[in-house]
Nanobody, 117 residues
Framework: QVQLVESGGGLVQPGGSLRLSCAAS????????TGWYRQIPGKQRELVAV???????DYANSVKGRFTISRDNAKSTVALQMNSLKPDDTAVYYC???????????WGQGTQVTVSS
């Protein structure tokens, strides 16, 4: 019933830009915290950027000043604008939606971002 579908991943050169988008269905999107996590093989999945239902944002220190998260509740979408990409940004990026204090965490299928060097 719940589905998060990412798009926009791909191959980009260091210093380049990429924009990820995620479309949610099956939830009342506006009341959810939503955002992006990423995972490199052999490492823990880590938070990249998140935006709360109230519009407040949090970013990983490694992406501050380079990435911008935004949401459109009318379209039930969340986007991640990634600028000044580095090879260390290479990962599978996962869209996330959840509600604090609940067990309802939802994940997209993941989209590969590769920054060449």
């Amino acid at each position: 019933q719940v589905q998060l579908v990412e798009s926009g991943g791909g191959l980009v050169q260091p210093g380049g830009s990429l924009r990820l988008s995620c479309a949610a269905s099956g939830i009342v999107f506006r009341i959810y915290t939503t955002g992006w996590y990423r995972q490199i093989p052999g490492k823990q999945r880590e938070l990249v950027a998140v935006v709360s239902s109230g519009g407040s944002t949090d970013y990983a220190n490694s992406v501050k000043g380079r990435f911008t998260i935004s949401r459109d509740n009318a379209k039930s979408t969340v986007a991640l604008q990634m600028n000044s990409l580095k090879p260390d940004d290479t990962a599978v990026y996962y869209c996330y939606a959840g509600r604090s204090g609940t067990r309802n965490d939802y994940w997209g299928q993941g989209t590969q971002v590769t920054v060449s060097s």
